[in-house]
């Protein structure tokens, strides 16, 4: 593993444009260092609705050349190379491995297809960035970081929630005691569910770790390891037409309540589901309400907006009892850099907030939440990561 001290969003952020600014310039260096800027050879496989979120992001990078493409679906790999002026396709992970060498994978295909693909590129020795979750079970993701640690390579997952400049000051308001004795936080996203895609609502899908994923990172991040989860899930909708398969029965639940025991005390809840009419649409910047809340005897702290995309955060607090808003801005932070980040990472050294131990905790918690709700009963876990999460 990494040694190399953290590095917060704002300092990344520096040292990517200063890379940018020398790129303009023709000669790409770190600040402070003699050797030219190495560009990490990168494929991204799953050229889906999330990759036109992704690819802007990857190709804009000082750090990174994306080199190669892939998708089950040739057309769609075709079809974004040349959108994004990468040289090479390939229609199967094989013939990529196979193919144009490259150092990092972007894997940005089905949920229930990160864990193969995962674990194919590991063992081929490349660096993985994943999207959620990076297996399905916490045993097989477990499995996953050992091969990575065993041959000196790096998996990440997402969401990336705790590089935002919002968490950060809900972690140092938190770290400061300014809510007195923490005692409950809630969180909730939801929206009418994806369209275009079946997996969402087979097994192994779901609205837990689509959704509620980023909220459960979020608040495993700010209130620490969870101890036991209790939780009741549902399907509302047993039927949906989707674009890839037409009509579909809904498999996995589509709704789902989340209890988590952090310790000393602290009780958190987090709602998740794919039919939650919202007035605001899902797009960020729309959502103002409060969709986390954090609550002790001295204290709030309400996120305005989305975790993905907060807008700031209000605070109130026994010595300053009105509302106040704080950290509206982003600094540069983007829901859709977690591998672009990834990338930075493996050619500076410099290491991210977000930690594979932090995704496969999460992992746990949606494992341990579909669980009890099967069993009814309250699931212990065994897993954790290193906190706090401090930038
Ligand atoms: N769409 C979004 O806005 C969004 C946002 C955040 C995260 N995500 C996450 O991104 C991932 C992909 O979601 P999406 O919405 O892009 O789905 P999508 O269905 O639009 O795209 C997935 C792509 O992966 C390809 N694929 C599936 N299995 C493959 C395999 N074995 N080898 C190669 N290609 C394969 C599919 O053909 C498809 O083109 C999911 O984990 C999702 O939770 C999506």
């Not at 936080?185 to 929206?191: E, F, K, Q, S, T």
Request: one cysteine or more; charged letters at 20%.
């Amino acid at each position: 593993m990494n040694t190399t001290p953290s590095l917060n969003r704002r300092n990344f952020t520096k040292t990517a444009l200063l890379a940018g600014a020398a790129l303009a310039a023709g000669t790409i260096s770190t600040p402070g260092a003699d050797a030219p800027v190495k560009r990490i050879r990168t494929g991204l496989i799953g050229c889906g609705s999330v990759s036109n979120q992704y690819l802007p992001q990857l190709a804009r990078s000082p750090f990174v050349e994306v080199v190669s493409l892939c998708d089950i679906k040739p057309e769609r790999a075709r079809r974004q190379t040349e959108r994004f002026k990468v040289a090479h396709h390939y229609p199967h992970i094989d013939a990529m491995l196979a193919g144009e060498p490259f150092d990092f994978l972007v894997d940005t295909t089905d949920m229930q297809a990160h864990e193969k693909i995962n674990g194919q590129a590991l063992e081929a020795g490349k660096h993985v960035w994943s999207e959620k979750p990076i297996a399905n079970t916490l045993a097989a993701g477990q499995e996953l970081l050992r091969v990575a640690n065993k041959k000196g390579i790096r998996l990440w997952g997402a969401p990336i929630t705790v590089q935002s400049p919002q968490f950060a000051f809900m972690a140092k308001q938190l770290a400061a005691r300014k809510l007195g004795r923490v005692a409950a936080a809630h969180a909730n996203y939801g929206h009418e569910g994806p369209d275009w895609s079946a997996f969402f609502y087979e097994k192994g899908g779901g609205s837990m770790p689509d959704l509620a994923v980023y909220n459960l990172t979020s608040l495993s991040g700010l209130l620490g390891p969870v101890k036991h989860v209790t939780a009741m899930v549902s399907i509302v909708t047993p039927e949906r037409t989707v674009g890839d398969k037409g009509r579909i029965r809904v498999t996995e639940e589509d709704n789902a309540m989340v209890l988590m025991d952090h310790g000393n005390g602290v009780i958190s809840h987090v709602q998740s589901g794919f039919n939650y009419f919202n007035p605001n649409g899902h797009e960020g910047r729309n959502e103002t309400r409060h969709t986390i809340s954090i609550v002790g005897s001295a204290g709030f702290m309400g996120m305005v907006g989305y975790d993905w995309e907060p807008l700031g955060v209000d605070l109130a607090t026994q010595d300053a009892p009105t509302l106040e808003r704080h950290a509206t801005d982003a600094k540069g932070y983007a829901w859709q850099q977690g591998a672009t980040l990834a990338a930075e990472c493996l050619v500076t050294g410099q290491e991210l907030l977000v930690t594979p131990e932090h995704a496969l905790h999460v992992l746990d918690i949606i494992t341990a939440a579909r669980e009890s709700g099967a069993s009814g009963k309250r699931i212990p876990l065994t897993s954790t990561f290193k906190w706090p999460i401090v930038s």
